[in-house]
């Protein structure tokens, strides 16, 4: 990797291409004062942006959910983003990935319009760094799975903050985190909805293998993932049946196996729940048969590139959530 | 009023005083990608800091609750929040009120710090601007009462997302609002918790009043505003009985009056409700008693203050959410 | 009892004295279309209307409460009531009591008002017929207490339809009440709320001692009834803690004693819970205590009377839902 | 249409044909008393009774639930059903439908039955008015499709009041359109249920088309309509997917179409929700579709039909809760 | 049958081979502090042990769940089962059949290891008697179909206890039965979830069949019988269509038949709920059809084996829980 | 301590006296069933039984409720305690304390009956041990204050399964003090309620305090522990105020000190809740004040009691669920 410092990137703040440390949002944009943004964040694979128009159609479906006026159409969008990317390209080789992210805020209170200086419209940043900084510590997580806990933290029910829209107002993720601290670093959260019903990770879609057969929670508590939907294209391309069902921790229990999914990480195993393992306690054969497709169909050894991310050196540590007990 | 532009206010951010155009977080900061921020805004009353001390205490309870570490002890805070205040003391003729704001958020994420070529620590932003920008159009609502109309959108249960924290992350408090633009610039979002009893307004608290006795919710799935526990104790100075207990919507349809309270509009006659006469459908006199003995406290006169302000020109509206319909 | 026909009586409606039988409301009446009407039932003490205008006042904020415009004047309606009242006055010997009743009803629905022939406006009946009819044949629950059992229907939460409106729209009632035909003719049904808690009868509302002090149930999920608040009061005169708080089915097991009040019956006391004994088993102190303060108010011998309807013949049962296992 | 009156149509009441000025309910029914009365309404296309049998299977269904004894066999009923019909044949032309309706209550209180001069039984009443009544004004709503609002009044949980019994214990439909009112004569109500899932919309069930599919909430907290079950007939007859789930307001939002299904107005497109557009925003294929097929299986052009009732003179509007404000 | 008294029976209690009457828990166990313990029963059909395998697999999953320590292999306890059975195999005649059970505790408290005298380690009861003992008076159940009543008290749900393990803390489906003790002898108890759907029998699993199809509650709120499942896949090897979907107490109204089913007495036709009658009333065709189906499996006249017991003599009634009314 | 072995002592099993290790309940009682079992257990001051009559009388309103007839008169019952104690008398010289215990099961369940040999009545057993067994280690408790974490694992609501009668179908106890295994040997469980109020640990009561001013949950879904009331009266004697109140994990967060109480450890602090510090995280003013007070009452010093029994040898560790990890 060329480049590890932030203000190296180029991002696109506003109307203007900036060094991504300059990425910053004023503190009477609406997105400070009430966590009123939408974003997404993509990956590639061998440069390639991923499900890009699915992360778009989220984007601009979420505005619409929350009644941000578009700040344009999504084919100016998607060429701004091209275009930002292409600034940045000099900073990725071959063996890099990009992490570019997107963000929409409803922009300066109505309140403070006069006096900013500026038309009252949405703000738009498009940035991107690489995906190594996400995932470039995580290769232990593939060899021996995760560990989750259930949060005393529940998730919060879609009438009341619909959790479909990927928004900043989620206090209560960094809280289920949190808890996690006290655990320990090996731990991460998981959320039950109110209805006792196993919801989702904070940031990632949960799944189970029973008989195999493939589970997930209904999309209704849930971010419905990019990569959720994806995974769940490729059971249904590898015949194997995957449902959409309401599922207790004791589902969890009784699995053969279970992993999480998410745009980063793609596909992770989780082998403990609770602290008693699921299975065998060892990553199953489901999770690999998934993985081996989806590298055949994206041409990269997904968790290879994890590894060889982690034995040329990397930011991040294996919980990106561990950090927080400073 | 000498100064009608942001840019030539100062704020403290981050270490440096820097004019407030470019008071901004990063979007990497942990309060963009969560609403991970506690707040406070103030007031003053002839440039007298008004319960200071209270919006500090509640502050540091919700960096305690969030497990957000302290950027300097209570006591360093205060003196910088002075500092700040001097630095825009021209600003403020006598006539002028000051509407300071504190924001404190976690920092950069943890997954950025190598890369950010920035220690990890929380991030300090104090600014201040004229409290005319915020009630200069709002002397109609003192006149006539505010019409408040129950939102679908609920509020969000204690346990799920506590409100007693002032936090950024509440969006619901935006979805309600927009409700509101439906029904038309008049309108003011009521929520109902999810029990079913009344919560508070999107940034206010509520009372109502009944054969002289005064009521307001519990301190359970509301904020308990600053502004709130101030009238209370104005009330017991009074020997007006005034009690928390659950309340439906039925007993603000039976109430004889209610008014809303906060920081910067202290307190605001509610007439109507679901588009229904309370009591005579005018402002009534507990608020008049409430109000004039507060401005015998403060040396002030509220009401007057503002009808000042909306003779004088200013740039805001008499319902800060009539704008969000663009 | 001169006489025992309804068709004798007179009733106002919509504008007419008519017999009562002929007292009706149309099929296309909101009335009948949702159960949109509010009524009160009252009843006298020597020919005196006891809390007539209470009765009123909570008519006319039930109106309120769901936009049903007042057909007239508080005024004039009492004025009409009267009139109502001195038109059945032959019917009643001294020792007859009435049972006066007022319906309001939002009228035929809009969709009806150019074929119905007639202005679209809210439908006024008053009626009253004897005491007797409804309470002479209950002398039994006075001497050994009535039996409540905990029905598997739950009172419907205020939020959701409120039972401080006296309304119509109350088949839940209806149903409670046909599952205690199932246990039998000695049953009365006790409701919970959704929270567990005792929230009322099917009519009437419940009070239970413990060690000397009274305690009802929240005025939330509940009619608040006009005797609930004149038994607080009594209460409040002899100096008797009268307490309304939150309440489980354990605290009434454990209670010393328990009655229920209503608008005709005044105060009955419950003896069983689940077929389990209250205290001793046996009507209790504190409702004798009650009622011999409430005699000598009002100047009647409340049970005596009831026992004077009982020995001179009756058309009702002890427990008036009992017939309805036909 | 040759009669415009009311009291020229014949009703069967109680045992008699009368005007249906005439037809009427005592104040002592139990359906005045609880809501207590069960009903269905019926059409007719070229003066064929659609789907009589389903109609009176429900119609029985509700009486064996809320336990009302059959006042007849169904056999019985249909042959009564018929001849009232006949009754008033001379009224309908060959352009014009019928509109009938049964009403069936407990009866009279057996508290009252002594008194009341006529035995202990259940009350039928039938009658028929045109169907250009109801849906003469509706045109403007099948051309440009109808906007809903999410109401915050919530349907009421199955286990606390059934709604799959068609009765007239549901002030809570009418509080919704009453809220209704407050955002203009646009708008119509749509109710989530306490899960804070679409339920129904006050008199209709509601669909949603994404990709070719169609969506309805689950036949649990909502009247399994006749008109609903229909068209899921019709959408089997011609090979479209149509599935019952569990749907949220996000899931409305992201539609390609929408629509709602009742009796009268078979099925209406829904174009907007809280006055954000559906898909394009406009009547969709799938509407057409259906209705097209419809009007096949029947033999009558259903949307010309209401244009011609729209141009040949009516006494409704378009939205049947507008005339609530008066 | 040769032996009617339980002493002459021998368990496994704890590493030895002791009389049944010996087959005892120490007040200090856990099992006795929280209800700890997990247990299952079986049945034979000729002796053969039915579906052991399942239960043994269920008892496992159990204490996987509680984290009770295994006190042995599946295997192991199997052979120990095994042994268990032999040294009863006198007891048991070819007429009659066994009813096993398994308990499986997590020992004596930690507080009182040091004091008890023996090692910490969890506690295993294996003991065998009479199948005749448990279902010998139940035959008047299957040729008229037994009666529920919807109790007050709701299923616990999952999250707060899980049915679905198997265990000993379910003192509210002992409250369930006292409720039924009010109504009659002919009373089962029916439990609703707290989303107001049916959840269970208090110790058997609901079914109901409509239009030939026959549907159950969702395994969510219950537990997860094993003769639930062996149901289920009668029903797919006869094609006939059975389905797991949230059921109201109205689909029960509607249904045209409904059973039951437990280990002992396999499946036991409802012909009245509430009071009411289900279809016809009488057993219906496809509780014959699956018994036929299982009888042919089994090798066993089901319904003939309880008639022969019922015949020779039993100790039981037709209600197990008719007694408890002592 | 002259005794270490539990076999030394004597219970009164059914009739018996028994050493204590037959203190045992056959696996077809009732008890063992459905976790069907009333308990009290006390302790002593300098050999008194503390708030005796207390404890009886919360047995028997335990048995109402359950409706487990009375195995003899309270009179009786305390007469054969007695008896219990004075034959265990010898093993207690002036410096133990006695921890006796109470059980009352419904008995053999009817099924069993005819077989069981001997008829069917509540089981009774009283027995008694060193109060050493309990508290000895405990000592750095009352030095440090305990840790406590709220449990993902919630109280259950009264009207599910009522926590005022302490019975032992409390299995979800269990799983909240599993959930602490896996955070560490300091953390106690605290449980919140389904409506996310603090509720009460696992066994115990637990108060905050806020400027000078103690507060607890309301007695609704806790155990209304004895100890609880003893504290609240004291509160009383010494003018201080104790509120009953819903609270909030925030208003713990924000208390200046907390505690816990329960029968054998009185008052222990509670200085840390998920990992923060309550006030300035050590044992505070308020615990001393009523422990000095309760010395006083009962002639006992209760820590320092605690001390001895520390330094002379001990059999249980300072959270008597550590050992749960085996």
Redesign the interface.
């Known amino acids: 990797m060329k480049n ?4 190296n990137y180029i ?1 696109y703040v506003d109307g203007k291409f900036v060094p991504q ?1 300059e ?6 944009d ?8 939408v974003f997404e964040m993509m990956r590639t694979f061998n440069h390639e942006h991923f499900l890009l128009d699915e992360h778009l159609e989220r984007l601009y ?1 979420g505005m ?4 941000i ?1 578009e700040p344009m159409s999504r084919l100016e969008m998607k060429k701004l983003y091209n275009e930002t990317m292409e600034k940045n390209a000099d900073f990725f080789d071959e063996k890099e990935e990009m992490r570019p ?1 997107i ?1 929409v805020s ?1 922009g300066i ?9 500026q038309a ?1 419209k949405p703000n738009l ?1 498009i ?1 991107v ?1 690489p995906l190594r ?2 995932i470039g510590a995580t290769y232990p997580n593939y060899l021996n799975g995760i560990s989750m ?6 998730a ?7 959790p ?2 990927k ?9 289920a985190n ?2 996690m ?3 320990g670093p090996h731990a991460w959260a998981l959320l ?1 909805d ?4 196993i919801a989702e990770g904070t940031g990632s879609n949960i799944f189970l293998v029973k008989n195999g057969k493939i589970y997930t929670p ?1 999309g ?1 508590n849930v971010l419905r993932g990019i990569t959720r939907r994806y995974v769940m294209s490729l059971a249904e391309e590898l015949k194997i049946s995957c449902e959409e069902k ?1 599922l ?3 589902d969890l ?2 699995a053969d196996e279970a992993f999480v999914t998410s745009t980063p990480y793609c596909i992770v195993p989780v082998t403990k729940i ?3 393992a699921i299975g065998n306690g060892k990553p199953g054969p489901m999770v690999t048969k998934l993985l081996d497709f989806w590298n055949k169909k994206v041409g990269v050894d997904i968790v290879g590139q994890v590894k060889y991310y982690s034995e040329t050196g990397t ?3 294996s919980n ?5 007990k ?1």
Not at 64 to 67: N, V
Not at 194 to 197: A, E, L, M
């Open positions: 590890g410092k932030l203000q991002a440390t990425a910053k949002i004023s503190i009477y609406s997105a400070l004062m009430f966590g009123d943004m479906a619409k959910f929350l009644k006026p992210l963000n409803r209170l109505p309140i403070y319009q006069d006096v900013y200086g009252l940043v940035s760094f900084w996400t806990y259930v949060a005393s933290q529940r919060i029910p879609a009438d009341l903050l619909e479909k829209v928004n900043r107002s989620r206090m209560h993720y960094q809280l949190l808890e601290r006290e655990i039950l109110t209805d006792g019903f209904e209704r309401n207790n921790v004791y229990y009784q609770n602290g008693v930011q991040s540590s990106p959530f561990v950090e927080l400073r």
